[in-house]
């Protein structure tokens, strides 16, 4: 977020099951719009070919989102909520 806020594109890659705590952490830190391109859950595969896979199916939008101008990326993500994963049980 640092870089950021310096101006400096970057994109956030992260589990889609962390997508909305890392912007409940960004939005705390006051960065509304943090690009975020998710990455399916678990990142961590221990087989270096799926791993690879990951890395190429996000590559595009990595790409958009660095090559976007910075007042469309705060539109798009100012806006933009990522759901809980599936295995976040309510506490209703």
Not at 40 to 61: L, M, W
Request: aromatic residues 4%; proline residues 7%.
């Amino acid at each position: 977020m640092e870089l950021e806020k310096a101006g400096v594109a970057t994109v956030t890659l992260i589990s889609l099951s962390f997508c909305s705590l890392a912007q409940i952490v960004a939005r705390g830190q006051g960065f509304l719009s943090l690009p975020i391109a998710p990455l399916p859950h678990p990142v961590g595969d221990a087989d270096p070919e799926r791993v690879r896979e990951k890395g190429t199916n996000v590559a595009s939008e990595v790409i958009r989102l660095l090559l976007t101008e910075r007042e469309a990326l705060e539109e798009e993500f100012s806006h933009k909520r990522f759901s809980l994963p599936e295995h976040v049980v309510s506490r209703r």
